[in-house]
């Protein structure tokens, strides 16, 4: 197999290959080793050394020797160091895998190494101190958002078809937004994210997956879907495999569209359009499509993200061995010094601000189908937009900072919907621009019906960033 054929390929049509025996798992994996090393020499999506071996994963299963990559964001995955892209984690070993992982490799998937993240993973920016910039495949000198900064660089640049993201308040949104990617954020408890933690992040967190399509998503989480032993709560259940989604054709829905960001910055032109011109296909497609956006409290989002920042610091400040100030950047030691001082009341009222916000967005979907937004309020950022070792910034300006950048995206993981970022629009200045579905709580299969229309009606397959390992 040569590396442009192994790049023009997604997840599943590796997997089709290697099941029909026109290529065999050791040979896709050392193209992938190849690929992995090209691209990584050009944005810097890898947070150590590939493994000497791919980690132990089934023969079977859906995605079985597809190559992929898991986030550097925490213990994932058993024996895997990790360090959160922080100097003060050096050593750090995962002692189990998650569940999620657990899923990941009974589905086939066939990891080979670890990407690059923000410090703490609380950036929309993949730049650390520790690694250095992640690149963005579509112009070297931007951005690649964050968190799964280093996850979406790779799969964009084709080095791996899958790579694993997790979403506190648009960490796999905001990188495939940035990358011209596939990236879903389930509902609310639709994957697991224990052993170790009953929820993350107080409810606000979601891990899955960046991927180039549609339908490696809806088998992806057919692959990785539903309640683990012990937890806290699960979501429904689906009324069918989401892969059976794809080729239906989603009924005369309601759809409601705003490009008005509810924080109240500004959001470029170009970006709005994209979001606009969606909606306009969405209805020229026999839906109803009006302007309308839920009613929400900015002030109570604000509140639930500072919230989790806390929560984020306590789970360092907790840790069996204590991370070294000195050798954190500077908004990190701020978390931490304000987690020390957050309390018992500060937390209520903050579960208090979550509930507002999750009551205004329930009650949206009770009269639309579907919210179309943009992800971001521009085009991918230049590297330093934001500055993570900004010694001036506090938790709150820093919080505004990251929705000034993105402000479509952290109101979902607090009420807890499922969200895509599509790569519907592409700027004048070459660059992609995401766009962002919603559906109702539970509806994945609502948003795989509308997504895999839309990747039909509005492909973007043949898009290829300039920085790609199969060339153009």
Known sequence: MELHEYAEHDALGLAELMASGAVSAKEVETVAREALAEADAAVNGLAAPLFDEPLWHADGGPFAGVPFLIKDHGPVAAGVPFGIGSRALRGAVAQRDTELMSRFRMAGLSTLGVTTVPEMAVSFATESVRHGLTRNPWDLTRGVGGSSGGAAALVAAGAVPVAHGGDGAGS?????????????????ARVPCGPDAGEA???????????????????????????????KYTAPPPRGPYARELGREPGP??????????????????VAAAAAHTGRVLERAGHHVTEASPDVAWDAVTRSMVAGLAHIGSLFLLAPRQPDPAEMEAVSRRVLEFARGYG???????????NEVTRAVGAFFTGYDLLVTPVLARSPAPHGTLNYDDPGHTVTSWVEALCAYAPFTAVFNISGQPAVSLPLGH????????????????????????????????????RIPPVHVGGH
């Not at 549609?214 to 012990?230: I, N, Q, Y």
């Not at 829905?253 to 170009?270: C, I, Q």
């Not at 509806?443 to 973007?460: C, G, H, I």
């Open 344 to 354: 018992v009341v500060d937390m209520t009222a903050a579960a208090g601000a979550q």
């Open 253 to 270: 829905l309601r759809v409601a569209v705003t490009t008005a960001a509810w924080s109240g910055v500004p959001v470029d032109p170009e």
């Open 172 to 188: 796999i949104r905001v990188p495939a937004a940035c990358c011209g990617l596939v990236g879903l954020k389930p509902s609310r």
């Open 201 to 231: 992040v107080l409810g606000m967190s979601y891990e899955f997956a960046l991927t180039r399509t549609v339908r490696d998503a809806a088998h992806l989480l057919d692959a990785v879907h539903g309640p683990a032993t012990g937890d």
């Open 427 to 462: 700027g004048a200045d070459g660059l992609p621009i995401g766009v962002q579905i919603v559906a109702p709580y539970g509806r994945e299969d609502l948003l795989f019906q509308v997504a895999a229309w839309l990747e039909r009606a509005m492909p973007w397959r043949d």
